[in-house]
């Protein structure tokens, strides 16, 4: 987190902007982690790249806002008690993190992706 808050530092100093997104992969549908888990669809493009129709991308200006939108996405992430965990993942989240000019020119992308390690393990190991 604190390299984030750097980095949101930097942005600042040159003039760059920076916007977040997040969601989540559950039950094979993904679903938007900022704004009320609206449902989205996965679409390939012209160009042949994968496009989230409907994400929400918010614009960040400050490492406060930035703690906030996580804290928020966090929170309405889907989660389930387990034995050992109160609050166990049952999901994949991805946090987008976007670099842009002032013109909307893309000079970055920073993805941060939190697996839900017994799904993967149970996706690799039992061929689910």
Known sequence: MGN???????CRSTKL?????????????????LN???????????NQK?????????????????TKQMDYANGVRTTCATTSNDTSSRSHAICQIVI?????????????VDLAVKLLFRF?????
């Open 100 to 112: 842009r000019t002032k013109d909307s020119k893309q000079v970055g992308k920073l993805s941060l």
């Open 17 to 33: 902007s920076y916007f977040i997104s997040f969601f989540e992969i559950y039950g094979g549908r993904l679903f938007d982690l």
């Open 124 to 128: 690799i190991y039992k061929g689910v």
């Open 4 to 10: 984030c808050i750097g980095l949101i530092k930097y």
């Open 36 to 46: 009320n888990r609206n449902q989205l669809q996965l679409l390939e493009d012209a």
């Open 50 to 66: 994968i496009q989230i129709q409907g994400l929400t991308e918010r614009e960040v200006n400050t490492p406060d806002d930035m």
